[in-house]
């Protein structure tokens, strides 16, 4: 349907007057209990800028941790996704502009004299789509959220990234100080097992005693190949994660030492601390982009105006390809009638998915207000466990020796003496799992609250 540009301008200035932004309006949170500025704002940006792993004040972790950040193939591939989504963005902004495509065209006729005869001939045709029913603004809305959404993304992968790298560095030095204690171990059950069998042969003691010494000693040899298996695995896991090749054990895992958190975050109230957790501002996005996709789907409920323009130039022949213009413009008005509920079935859907991202924010909110709560219980129940477990350590050094001396001087008996190395072993496997364990609840926490935790103005927070 064609009208007179002059004809339409009325039409198209009433439109303009009566498009009002489509995209709906939402609250993310609505349903759960937050502080009452959640949501006041601007939008934060994510929280892994503060490097927290080096509060561990391990170079290799830093190494380690950097090394991923800059060479892992997940987070390269979700920077390039980023990059597709800002190319988006740019695109859909070019619709606001007039589209102009150019075409020349030339042949030869051959006439039935044997001659020939050249022709030309070349046009520029273009189309210049009106935003009258917000259709194009809620398109380029839709795009910037998406944009918004694989940065956030990016942000979170490395978020997860980082804490990947932590937990399997930890269980790398955790499974290394268990292999030096085993070594340990071995030795001090050797020491027994040669006092044993002196006494044998002095024939102080049964061979009953020997074998039980031995018993002990092989029962920790056994455990040797767990442990390098344990380890093996946590170094190529490391591998994979800097995006290198498997190829063994780290030399400064050598040291055998589980990475020890000393600077403890200050605490506030978890929900403060988590909106610029990456994966909520991701979610916070999808629903942006959802939102923008209703209004999407609510502009073809109304009218569409286009402006298509042709610019033909050329009389037929080569002399002549510039010799002669003719131009013409008019305004194309679509408007819809009948499509058998089409459109509005494709609104409904849309804000049904819409409602569907929604519910999920939430239900992800909630998830994440309990893993803060798990992490910040599980670095207090972690430091409990430490602290008794090395005065078990103690305790059973201090019980090893005396029993030990009593079995020299025939005052206790071998089992005695075993059993207490038994308990000295494992109150030290004991002590190495549970440095390992508070160290784990440090990173889960930062992995929770999405980076470092900072202590607000004015806000009393418990030292962790």
């Not at 050249?118 to 839709?142: P, Y």
């Not at 074998?211 to 920790?220: F, G, K, Y």
């Not at 050329?314 to 002549?320: F, R, T």
């Not at 819409?354 to 992800?364: I, K, V």
């Amino acid at each position: 349907m064609r009208f007179r540009v002059a004809a339409l301008v009325p039409a198209v200035m009433l439109l303009a007057a009566c498009a009002t932004p489509r995209i709906p309006t939402v609250e993310p949170g609505a349903g759960v209990t937050l502080p009452p500025d959640y949501f006041a704002g601007a939008r934060p940006a994510a929280g892994l800028e503060d490097a927290w792993w080096h509060g561990f004040g391990d170079p290799e972790l830093d190494r380690l941790v950097d090394a991923a950040l800059t060479r892992n193939p997940s987070l390269d591939a979700a920077r390039q996704r980023l990059a597709a989504a800002r190319a988006i963005v740019v695109a859909e902004e070019s619709d606001f502009l007039p589209t102009i495509d150019g075409e020349v065209a030339g042949d030869s006729v051959f006439d039935d004299r044997g001659s020939f005869t050249d022709g030309a001939g070349a046009s520029l045709g273009g189309v210049w789509r009106i935003d009258t029913n917000g259709r194009l603004s809620a398109e380029r809305a839709a795009a910037i959220a998406a944009a918004d959404g694989a940065a956030q993304l990016v942000a979170d992968r490395r978020r997860l990234l980082a804490a990947a790298v932590a937990s399997q560095y930890i269980e790398l030095q955790r499974t290394a100080a268990r292999l030096r204690l085993l070594e340990e171990s071995s030795d001090l059950q050797r020491q027994t097992l040669r006092i044993v069998t002196l006494r044998f042969e002095a024939g102080l003691s049964s061979n009953l005693d020997v074998r039980r010494a031995r018993a002990d000693v092989a029962r920790t040899e056994a455990q040797r190949g767990l442990l390098l298996l344990a380890r093996a695995r946590a170094a190529n896991a490391l591998a994979v994660l800097v995006g290198e090749t498997p190829s063994g054990v780290p030399e400064a895992a050598r040291d055998a030492t589980v990475p020890n958190f000393a600077r403890g975050p200050a605490i506030g109230v978890p929900a403060d601390l988590l909106r610029r957790r990456p994966d909520l501002l991701l979610a916070e996005a999808s629903i942006a982009e959802a939102a923008a996709n209703v209004g999407v789907e609510r502009a073809d409920l109304l009218p569409a105006l286009a402006l298509p323009g042709l610019v033909t130039l050329g009389n037929g022949s080569v002399d002549g390809l510039f010799s002669q213009a003719i131009a013409s413009l008019s305004a194309v008005l679509g408007v819809p009638l009948i499509d058998g509920g089409r459109r509005r079935a494709e609104v409904r859907a849309a804000e049904s998915f819409l409602a569907a991202e929604l519910a999920d924010y939430r239900q992800t909110l909630l998830a994440v207000l309990a893993e803060v709560e798990t992490a910040l219980t599980a670095i207090s129940a972690a430091k409990d466990r430490t602290g008794e477990f090395q005065n078990a350590v103690t305790e059973s050094e201090a019980a090893f020796e005396q029993s030990n001396a009593l079995y020299r001087e025939g005052l206790a008996s071998l089992f005695d003496v075993l059993d207490v190395q038994r308990q000295l072993i494992s109150s030290r496997e004991s002590l190495i799992d549970g440095n390992a364990d508070l160290a784990q609840a440090y990173v889960d926490l930062f992995t929770a609250v999405g980076g470092e935790v900072e202590r607000e103005p004015g806000r009393t927070a418990a030292p962790a």
